[in-house]
Structures are given as C-alpha cells and as structure tokens.
C-alpha cells in the first residue's frame, strides 16, 4: 500500500502501508518496511509536540517500550513536529531507545485512516482535568496554560503545525511481522467527552504478547 488517504482508520486484518519518514532519533529515514520479516511494530501517530497529551502519549510509549521489546515488539514514535524542531525536544527530553520519525506533513496519519475533525467540534469540547486544571476549558485554552505550565515554550515552526493540524485525531496501531495490523487504537475526540482516551497498557502488553508469538 502506498501513502495514500484511506476513508476510515485501519483495523485488524488491514495491510499496513510502507511509510518512510525522517528520524528524530537518529539521523537518515525510518520505514514501516524495515520492520517486516524482523519483528512486529506498535506505532503510535500523534499530533505535534505542541500538544500537551501528545507529549504525554510519547512519554508513555517510551514508558512501555522496554516492556514491549522484551517481547519481541518494536515502538516507533510519529510526531506532526518538523524534525529539527523535534530533534531540538528530545535532545532536551531524552528517550533512549525509542524510536521517533516526523511527519510535518501527516501523510502517515492519512495513510493509516486518522481523520481531521473540524474546528467548530474542536472548540465546542471541554476539558475537565481535575488537580491539573483550575476548571473545564476548551482544547485551545488547555493547551496553551498546560503548555504554560509545563515550560513548553512554542515556536514558529510549532505554530506552523497549530494552523493546520489542531483537529488532527491519532491513534496507535499493533503491526505484526507480515505487516498486518492486529491491533488498533484510536482517539475520540467528540463534545461531552470529559478528556482524550488513551489506550490501556495493560491491554498494549497483553496483546504484543499475542501478536508476537504468532
């Protein structure tokens, strides 16, 4: 499969496309091919390091990542981050061993079927986050005071990826060995949702469990 758009995320039973993308971690390209044949692939596609949960959810995988390459299973990290803006974060916030790739573009999130909501869904969702918050906000207002809060200052490349992206959805698929995927997960992001839904790790290990035996 090419890089191409599909109209609906990838499921189990669905070929994954060959995606090749500029490394963040090291230097050169990182391809969904280079996994087939060798081990099977947990890939997780996140909007830019602008966005608080995506750094979030980077750090979980990078969290999970000597758990999951016990087992046999490769991570790789997928950021809407130009990549010396994102080479800049991790050097900064490093997470040896894990690999992350860029894709300003979000050429791989078309590949894997992740939609863009519109703006109007986006800035009608509130976020309740108890002890992290001071009270419900929009997604735009939760960004800039966790931003804020967390020191993450934005840059003009950031803000390149703030006006074209905001409403992008991720999600984090399980590819095994033949470059099929078994698993998939991905993000709701609808009005009356109290905060972004992650996958459970627990679920993530049992399944790689699965997914790399076979």
């Avoid at 003009?156 to 078994?182: C, N, P, T, Y």
């Avoid at 993000?187 to 679920?203: A, D, I, N």
Wanted: aromatic share 6%; proline share 7%; hydrophobic share 40%.
């Amino acid at each position: 499969m090419s890089m191409c758009s599909v109209d609906r995320p990838l499921q189990p039973g669905d070929p994954a496309p060959n995606i090749v993308l500029d490394a963040i971690s090291r230097e050169g390209k990182i391809a969904l091919n280079d996994f087939r044949g060798r081990s099977p692939l947990l890939i997780g596609l996140f909007r830019g390091l602008h966005c608080p949960f995506c750094r979030r959810h980077v750090a979980a995988m990078a969290q999970l990542n000597p758990a999951l390459r016990e087992k046999g299973v490769e991570c790789l990290a997928v950021v809407n981050t130009p990549v010396e803006r994102a080479r800049l974060y991790f050097r900064y916030h490093p997470m040896p061993h894990l690999l992350a790739a860029s894709d300003p573009e979000r050429a791989s999130h078309r590949a894997f079927g992740l939609r863009e909501v519109g703006m109007d869904t986006v800035t009608a969702i509130r976020i309740d986050l108890p002890g992290e918050l001071p009270e419900p906000m929009d997604v735009m207002a939760m960004n800039e005071f966790l931003n804020r809060k967390e020191g993450y200052e934005i840059a003009e490349a950031d803000q390149q990826m703030m006006a074209s992206g905001q409403g992008q959805l991720v999600g984090q698929f399980l590819i095994d060995r033949e470059g099929i995927v078994r698993w998939s997960f991905t993000e709701v992001l609808e009005v009356g949702l109290q905060t972004f839904r992650v996958p459970k790790p627990e679920e993530l290990i049992s399944v790689a469990s699965q997914v790399a035996h076979q």
